[in-house]
């Protein structure tokens, strides 16, 4: 079946609590991740995705929000996004296509419409990598975050930032 199908690449299949449509975590993408708790931080408001439109543009990168909340520029997706909230918490997060394969990505969602049970569907979009959009070079994504995890410091004059990274292998 499909569940098996995931198995051989290595891939696991996880929801997450926000809905959305699938996520492809791999070391060449970015997910970050935005908790706030009324009353004690900064409430992310009706635009949460402001932030990571403002750090891109820090970067050179001319981002806007689509209509489903999916990051994009010139039309091509570049993030998708989700966002959940209580009386208490707020949650946004997205993953931004840093330097993707492409091909690997559609293998990896192929049987995802399957798997979602009642949840959102994710709708397939012509997709882009930033990392040839930003103004400097980076090495590869942990670099890139490197810069991110500096921007969000300053951003919101935090005096600790946590920042995970996860390495394949």
Known sequence: ???????????????????????YHVCENISCSFVACWGRTAWLGSNPAGPIVEA??????????GPR????????KISGTASYSNRSRQLFHG????????????????????????????????TANISGMLARRYADAS?????????FRDYYKAEELYVCRTVAG
């Not at 891109?56 to 929000?65: C, D, M, S, Y």
């Not at 909340?69 to 091509?76: K, M, R």
């Open 56 to 65: 891109l543009a820090h970067f050179g990168v001319n981002a806007g929000v």
């Open 95 to 126: 993953t931004l296509l840093f330097d993707t394969d492409f091909a690997m990505m559609r293998n990896a969602l192929n049987g995802e419409r399957s798997l979602r049970g009642r949840k959102i569907a994710s709708v397939p979009s012509p």
């Open 143 to 151: 670099d890139f975050m490197d810069g991110l995890a500096c921007f």
């Open 1 to 23: 079946g499909e569940v098996e199908s995931w198995h051989w690449t290595g891939y696991a299949v996880v929801r997450r609590i926000a809905g959305g449509g699938a996520v």
């Open 69 to 76: 909340g999916e990051l994009t520029v010139d039309g091509l």
